[in-house]
């Protein structure tokens, strides 16, 4: 009787300390991920990308939108139906709100967007942010040098900007 009693206490304690172990799950926010665009400060109009921009391009995106279904914090939502509102507004990260309107139409609390500034062959920067959906207030944002024009200084930039600026806590007396 009195093994049994202890066990049932020992079970109780242990479900206890399991429940306040475990993170709290947030719930998640639908987020529209747009393609991450390029941009070439000298270039006078819309110029067509080279074929390994436009690779690299699609690599990134589809980096970006891995990495921020894989945190969990944000749901991405489809933007198929979108796309010609995206391919007339573009570039996104200059039209002033376009993308914003864009992700409310598609049903986003929030926008996701970015662009990579070729500033040398071998030296880009990377910028993205988190804006909402409703007011165009930005929520977080992050900018990394790539140096390096390959595949994989272009993917661990969206990566590292992910994991230490889109989705990390605020950094004490930094945010």
């Given at each position: 009787m009195l093994?049994?009693?202890?066990?049932?206490?020992?079970?109780?304690?242990?479900?206890?300390?399991?429940?306040?172990?475990?993170?709290?799950?947030?719930?998640?926010?639908?987020?529209?991920?747009?393609?991450?665009e390029l941009a070439e400060p000298g270039a006078v109009g819309l110029r067509p990308l080279r074929p390994e921009d436009a690779r690299r391009l699609a690599l990134a995106t589809a980096t970006l939108e891995r990495?921020?279904?894989?945190?969990?914090?944000?749901?991405?939502?489809?933007?198929?139906?979108?796309?010609a509102a995206i391919r007339r507004d573009a570039p996104l990260y200059k039209c002033e709100g376009c993308a914003e309107r864009i992700a409310l139409t598609a049903g986003a609390a929030l926008a996701v967007?970015?662009?990579?500034?070729?500033?040398?062959?071998?030296?880009?920067?990377?910028?993205?942010?988190?804006?909402?959906?409703?007011?165009?207030?930005?929520?977080?944002?992050?900018?990394?040098?790539?140096r390096g024009d390959t595949d994989d200084t272009w993917l661990h930039g969206v990566r590292w900007l992910v994991k230490n600026r889109l989705l990390a806590e605020p950094l004490p007396s930094r945010s």
């Open positions: 093994v049994a009693r202890a066990l049932s206490v020992l079970a109780l304690l242990l479900s206890a300390a399991a429940a306040l172990a475990a993170p709290e799950a947030a719930p998640s926010r639908r987020a529209a991920v747009f393609g991450i990495e921020v279904a894989a945190a969990g914090t944000l749901a991405p939502v489809d933007l198929g139906s979108q796309a967007y970015g662009y990579v500034q070729r500033n040398a062959n071998q030296l880009l920067n990377l910028t993205i942010t988190i804006t909402e959906a409703d007011s165009g207030k930005v929520l977080r944002g992050g900018q990394v040098v790539i």
